[in-house]
């Protein structure tokens, strides 16, 4: 079999099976495979599928089926967490060739194209491909670690991914450095448990290594961290922020703001230990945005717990939330539990906290009016008379819009924020040229 000339791929879910799409469309793009944006112009249809909720696994299977329908001539490869968990299903769905598990994952194109052209020749194709936009990214996701150790009552993540793994640190630095020499201005660390890197490895304070040898070892301008763990962190890690390089904004998968809730959820947090280190990393990162994940629903979440949580999570000003209804897993303790909630209930819950989220999260953004920030230019959303509406991101991950007949895209320009228009946070240039960028620090 020789390496297909056009790969499309896709992916449902988390952040770590973006940054697993993306690590096979570098590495077919490396073995001069044409990566396309769209499943009716390829010959081999790649999609990272997800598990966590019912949800996920319905889009899942709406993705493959949509594929095949879209090119019945395409070879559809099923990989992750729902290809992992129920093999069988997604094997009988329509144009799905083959299933690749998660353990054989990082092997995929290995697997799918074993013939490619040879190793000297990849390296000029790599830096041509790998640009930023030419896969539709101007942020690079690196997948860092994989697998979980914790297990939470409701999470199905443990039984498709399995024990947590840690990348060696070697690779990371190396993929960010060529990342970086392609022109990409930010990598994103990620994980299933991002916070327990190194602890396979015998190393309790992994993650902190790892963030400092990459601050220490690569020029890439922007360094993010993903989901982390509450329990994971300490004061002390903290003041990594002291690099500029290291952006403002942490996501802390908080699931309920109750203490009874969290105890059945078998999470290692409470109220009192999450609000101390909320008030840690506020009081020694400048400007940083803490954003979270709030389950509504979970079995036996009474209205008094579910009233506790929204309270709690108002109290920590969180500026944004990914607010998600309970989904009965098979296979995980929370499926067998008593007191499960009434979807009806669930739905109402979870129209509650999107509400509240919604309000913090524009409270958020107006208290940020009027000042100066970086921000890298993503994408255009759009034209008016006076030029073309881009879209970026701040480090302290706020969503800004400005107008500018110039190509902005991939670039890191300084702007104030001007005002909220409509939800929107719209920014106006500091200067035409872009910044300079800092280096290592």
């Known amino acids: ?24 469309a570098r590495q077919f793009a490396a073995r001069g495979a044409d990566v396309v944006p769209d499943a009716p112009q390829a010959d081999l249809v790649v999609i990272n599928t997800c598990a966590v909720t019912q949800g996920a696994v319905r889009n899942s299977r709406q993705m493959l089926l949509q594929a095949g329908r879209a090119n019945p001539n395409a070879r559809i490869i099923a990989t992750g967490c729902y290809a992992e968990i129920d093999p069988a299903a997604v094997s009988a769905l329509p144009g799905v060739a083959q299933v690749i598990d998660n353990a054989a994952k990082d092997r995929l194109v290995e697997i799918v194209a074993p013939d490619s052209i040879p190793l000297y020749e990849r390296e000029p194709i790599q830096r041509e491909t790998l640009s930023p936009g030419t896969l539709g990214r101007t942020r690079a996701f690196i997948k860092a670690q994989d ?3 914790n297990r939470c009552a409701f999470c199905v993540t443990t039984l ?3 024990a947590g ?23 994103v660390l990620t994980g299933v448990h991002l916070g327990s890197y190194g602890h396979d490895l015998g190393n309790p304070d992994g993650l902190r290594h790892l963030v400092k040898t990459l601050l220490a070892e690569t020029d890439i ?8 763990e509450p329990w994971d962190l300490d004061a002390a890690f903290f003041d990594l922020w002291a690099n500029p390089r290291l952006c403002p904004h942490i996501h802390l998968p908080l699931q309920s703001g109750c203490d009874a809730t969290l105890r059945r959820m078998a999470r290692r947090a409470s109220q009192k ?19 979270g994940d709030l389950m509504v629903g979970f079995p036996g979440e009474t209205d008094s717990e579910f009233v506790e949580s929204v309270a709690f999570v108002e109290q920590m000003a969180f500026a944004r939330l990914h607010v998600f209804a309970y989904s009965r897993r098979p296979g995980t303790a929370a499926a067998g539990m008593r007191g499960q909630v009434a979807e ?5 819950r979870s129209a509650r906290a999107t509400k509240l989220s919604a309000r913090l999260w524009e409270s958020w953004q107006a208290r940020h009016v009027g000042r100066t920030f970086d921000a890298l230019w993503e994408s255009a959303h759009g034209a ?15 969503r800004v819009f400005t107008t500018s007949r110039e190509t902005l895209q991939n670039s890191i320009t300084s702007v104030r924020l001007d005002r909220l228009d409509n939800g929107r946070l719209i920014a106006m240039p500091v200067c035409v040229a872009s910044i300079d960028i800092p280096h290592k620090v």
């Open 344 to 348: 009806t209930v669930k739905k109402e």
């Open 160 to 162: 498709a991914r399995g």
């Open 147 to 149: 697998g979980c150790d």
């Open 165 to 187: 793994r840690s990348r060696a640190a070697r690779e990371i630095i190396d993929e960010i450095n060529t990342l970086a020499g392609s022109g990409y201005h930010e990598a």
């Open 384 to 398: 008016s008379p006076d030029g073309f509406i881009w879209s970026g991101l701040t480090g302290n991950y706020l």
């Open 273 to 291: 230990s999450f609000a101390a280190l909320v008030e840690a990393a506020r009081q020694r990162i400048a400007d940083l945005t803490i954003t």
């Open 221 to 228: 301008p922007r360094l993010r961290l993903s989901s982390l």
């Open 1 to 24: 079999m020789t390496a297909p000339q056009r790969v499309h791929l896709n992916f449902v879910g988390c952040r770590l099976n973006e940054a697993e799409i993306e690590g096979i």
